[in-house]
């Protein structure tokens, strides 16, 4: 029987020389290839700076440091995203304030005005998915209140919003390079790219012991490196990153063509570039299709199963958190199929005449 993953990490033999070179340099942590790498990032993204560190929890956690987020601080985020997108904030002793998502899974930015309070410092997007959130929005409200915007683009590496690539337009954006992610380097790992010089040299010193010489330190830091294997990797994902993603929106098109009228398949907004960082599609029998199709070989996903604002870790320390009905209720029916950067047309045919079949058609 054919298996067909819901995600899948890349690798071939340049990826595996490009290990072996690194290895054989005898350098091992922010070294040249992390100099490189950044640098890459950054073009990619077209921000100034890009700052890898050991994950994008990491980075996230450095990032709300280093812009001064602290204890009683409130930052509104969608409560439908990973809970690792906002474990970072709660970590500074800020309160993440959850709001409820629009059509496209991301944060709906009509809820954002009732959400703000004297406490409010910033709002962070999610780009979930790989499709942009409604930013002009978010933009628009954020600077008539004065606030902050971070976005999270881990799930939207490359992904465009007007035909600026996302993680360009806040004061920063996060990315990570987590196995399944569009970009990825054989292990853990994440970069925040930024124009702000001051932003990006905290953070800089931050995740490495609070320095810039080798032993003055400057102030307390960690240890949340990046490491010189896993970025001589990552250079060789990143030069296939756009090709994988337009193959992304290609298999996306097939199912969006082959499964209307049969499921709800994902809307693009358009303001959108989306790179299908899954592919999700609403429907009632979910658990059904999902066992059927498990024992036809095809894995599937939910992400995620759990609202944020229902985790047994944030109703045992916040208070007052709120009914999201639209939030609540998706959690029941979203499905995640297969797609990934080398994903053929034929797998994705596959899939399609699997559920084809569960539906009787
Ligand atoms: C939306 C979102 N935010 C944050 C993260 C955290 O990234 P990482 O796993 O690199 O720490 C992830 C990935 O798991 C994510 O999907």
């Not at 350098?27 to 700052?51: G, M, P, R, S």
């Not at 980075?59 to 906002?86: K, N, Q, R």
């Not at 002009?136 to 004065?146: G, H, L, Q, S, T």
């Not at 959108?272 to 059927?292: C, F, G, W």
Request: charge should be positive; hydrophobic fraction near 40%.
């Amino acid at each position: 029987m054919q298996k067909i993953p819901l995600s899948k990490s890349f690798v071939n033999d340049e990826v595996k020389q490009a290990a072996l070179r690194a290895i054989e340099s005898g350098w091992y942590i922010l070294a040249k290839e992390c100099e490189a790498f950044e640098a890459e990032l950054a073009k990619h993204t077209a921000t100034k700076h890009a700052v890898l560190s050991s994950s994008l929890t990491a980075g996230m956690y450095l990032l709300h440091l280093a812009m001064g987020l602290c204890s009683g601080d409130e930052v509104i985020v969608p409560s439908h995203t990973a809970f690792a997108g906002i474990e970072p904030m709660i970590h500074c002793g800020a309160k993440p304030v959850f709001v409820d998502v629009d059509d496209t899974y991301c944060i709906d930015a009509e809820q954002l005005e009732n959400a703000i309070t004297p406490r409010t410092v910033g709002i962070m997007p999610v780009h979930l998915y790989g499709h942009p959130a409604n930013l002009d929005r978010v933009f628009e409200i954020a600077k008539k209140r004065n606030l902050w915007v971070v976005e999270d683009c881990a799930q939207a590496q490359g992904a465009k919003y007007k035909g600026n690539t996302v993680g360009s337009m806040g004061v920063a954006g996060g990315f990570s390079f987590f196995p399944s992610k569009n970009l990825t380097v054989l292990g853990d790992g994440g970069c925040i790219c930024t124009n702000d010089d001051k932003i990006a040299d905290k953070i800089r010193m931050l995740r490495n012991h609070g320095r810039k010489e080798k032993y003055t330190h400057e102030m307390i830091g960690f240890n949340l490196r990046f490491n010189e294997v896993q970025a001589a990797v990552g250079r060789v994902a990143l030069r296939h990153l756009d090709a994988f993603n337009q193959n992304r929106r290609k298999i996306a098109a097939y199912y969006n063509e082959r499964l209307k009228g049969m499921v709800k398949t994902p809307p693009e907004m358009s303001w959108a570039t989306a790179v299908y960082h899954m592919y999700v599609i609403s429907i009632d029998r979910r658990d059904e299709l999902s066992k059927y199709l498990k024992q036809n070989g095809i894995e599937t996903g939910i992400h995620y199963p759990v609202p944020n604002h229902k985790q047994p870790a944030i109703t045992k320390i916040f208070n007052n958190l709120p009914r999201l009905p639209k939030t609540e209720k998706l959690v029941d029916n979203i499905l995640s199929l297969p797609i990934h950067g080398e994903m053929s047309l034929d797998e994705a045919k596959v899939v399609c005449d699997f559920i084809a079949k569960f539906y009787g058609k």
